[in-house]
T-cell receptor, first 115, second 114 residues
Framework: DAGVIQSPRHEVTEMGQEVTLRCKPI?????LFWYRQTMMRGLELLIY????????DSGMPEDRFSAKMPNASFSTLKIQPSEPRDSAVYFC?????????????FGPGTRLTVL | AQTVTQSQPEMSVQEAETVTLSCTYD???????LFWYKQPPSRQMILVIR??????QNATENRFSVNFQKAAKSFSLKISDSQLGDAAMYFC???????????FGTGTRLKVLA
């Protein structure tokens, strides 16, 4: 299996621009998570989906952030408009649910830099 | 709300020696899972070991073992025979009974000295 795939690996953009991060979960996994990692705040859960349905988006920082999962094999995290404080590494993870205790498999992350 | 605390921002260990990384958590739940994840310089998060709160026996995975003290809400990771490849950030994570959400600690950077 190829594991969780994220694209792009690196993104540099200017303040005010729209940014779209992409994730392909492991085939057969039905739970998907978006995390943000910064030095100041560590790893934060932004949103998670179960069977393509958003279950908890309480971690989404503000309305500039939105996430979709149109099908079981694809999810996007969009930031519009982007701001310098959005600079971080964004991870996508998937797991075979619903079963607690299952390992979450992480993608390699997207490093976002907003100038 | 549950919290996870890793009080050691950085640790060092000599190659082949043993090191213990600390993690404490706060919860009112009795049924939960605890995890240790490793993040090497490549950024990829990798599961090291997991523990179910209802299991009294400490989990082990080869050179990695945990000391789970439920009453004390402590979940430390012991790495035996440390290797250069063990150098990474280590994150402790908590998963409660109601959701699949992880709550991560702030991480401990482990350096392995040759």
């Amino acid at each position: 299996d190829a594991g969780v795939i994220q694209s792009p690996r690196h993104e540099v953009t200017e303040m005010g621009q729209e940014v779209t991060l992409r994730c392909k979960p492991i085939s057969g996994h039905n739970s998907l998570f978006w995390y943000r990692q910064t030095m100041m705040r560590g790893l934060e859960l932004l949103i998670y989906f179960n069977n393509n349905v958003p279950i908890d988006d309480s971690g989404m920082p503000e309305d500039r952030f939105s996430a979709k999962m149109p099908n079981a094999s694809f999810s996007t995290l969009k930031i519009q408009p982007s701001e310098p404080r959005d600079s971080a590494v964004y991870f996508c993870a998937s797991t075979l649910g619903p079963k607690r205790g299952n390992e979450q498999f992480f993608g390699p992350g997207t490093r976002l830099t907003v100038l | 709300a549950q919290t996870v605390t890793q009080s050691q921002p950085e640790m060092s260990v000599q190659e082949a020696e043993t090191v213990t990384l600390s993690c404490t958590y706060d919860t009112s739940e009795s049924d939960y899972y605890l995890f240790w994840y490793k993040q090497p310089p490549s950024r990829q998060m990798i599961l090291v070991i997991r523990q179910e709160a209802y299991k009294q026996q400490n989990a082990t995975e080869n050179r990695f073992s945990v000391n789970f003290q439920k009453a004390a809400k402590s979940f430390s990771l012991k790495i035996s025979d440390s290797q250069l490849g063990d150098a990474a950030m280590y994150f402790c994570a908590y998963q409660n009974s109601g959701t699949y959400k992880y709550i991560f600690g702030t991480g401990t950077r482990l350096k392995v000295l040759a």
